[in-house]
């Protein structure tokens, strides 16, 4: 893992993006079957999760936790909205591949794979509860 340094004392790394969900064990079960990311912890109650992509976890919580940690509220992500200005982004060497298998999981395939002119090859797709994600090929 690649580790960053501030100032030479403190030492930081990027761990996880934490996704804001309506239901973590039905967004959890998503990511398993759309791409076979594999659960590492469920809190008790179910208002957190975390799933192993490599290095940096993808984690969930639930809609209600959210909002007891952030006084002022959020934007909730919708899928009948436009998607917020940020996505995930899965690098893989099957892109078509990958994007049927999340549609077939439930996935809203947004635009179907194009390769840019620096050869690779991109596709966007919305998650169950809007999130936009990405889903590449390797930059060579």
């Known amino acids: 893992m690649e580790d960053l340094f501030y100032n030479d004392l403190i030492m930081i790394n990027f761990g996880y993006t934490i ?32 799933l192993s992509t490599g290095n940096t976890k993808l984690s969930f919580a639930s809609v209600n936790l959210a909002k007891s940690n952030l006084k002022d509220g959020f934007i909730e992500s919708n899928p009948n909205n436009k998607p917020f200005g940020i996505e995930i982004g899965f690098v893989t060497e099957a892109v078509e591949e990958t994007i049927k298998k999340a549609v077939a999981a439930g996935a ?5 794979p194009k390769t840019k002119p620096w050869g690779q090859i991109v596709s966007y797709i919305r998650d169950l509860d809007g999130f936009l994600i990405e889903i590449c090929s390797p930059m060579n």
């Open 19 to 50: 996704l804001y969900v309506k239901d973590v064990n039905k967004s959890i079960e998503f990511y398993e079957k759309a791409f076979g990311f594999q659960r590492t912890f469920i809190a008790p109650g179910g208002d957190y999760g975390e």
């Open 108 to 112: 809203i395939l947004l635009e179907k």
